[in-house]
């Protein structure tokens, strides 16, 4: 199985963390979307597109490469996040409608706390502290193994 996996993480490097994990057990390269030759995605199986939260919605830069992409029918794809507080669910919405309509078949997402030093929280030292941590990143390779298990069964079926 063949997967990359795009990734923006501008605040404190938390997701890039995340990534690297995920990347581990999927054999994956990471880049930022601005590396990535889109006339080779055609080549994966599986696509991740990971950012932090900022302002409620996955980074400006994930989300303008999706809208500039080909439409890549069927094609495997997850979604990841780090963030400070609130729902993960909501906060993909707009990369995971982004994806649909570009034909993707999203195989799964994930979530974690970041660290988070945004504005004032700053003045008190930010929240989540040590976020992820070790338990983020174990699950973030459990969740890794799952999308691999998945991906491969349904290409031995193919
Ligand atoms: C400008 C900015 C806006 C943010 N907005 C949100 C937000 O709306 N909701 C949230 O839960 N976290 C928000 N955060 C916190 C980040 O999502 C969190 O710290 C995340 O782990 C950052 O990931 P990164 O280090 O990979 O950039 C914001 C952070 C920044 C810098």
New binding site residues.
Partial sequence: MKAIII????????????ARAMAEVLGAEVLGPEEVEVERLQDYDLIGF????????P?RRVLSFVEKLPALEGKGAFIF??????PAGL?HRPLRKKLLEKGFRIVGEFSC???????PLKLFG?I?KG??NEEDLRRAREFAEGLKAQVEGGMNYA
């Fill in positions: 990734c923006v993480s501008v605040h404190h490097g938390n997701t890039k963390k995340v990971g950012s932090g939260i900022y302002f409620e919605r980074h996040s780090t963030r400070g507080a609130g906060y706390k970041g660290f988070d030093t945004v504005g930010g989540n976020r992820p």
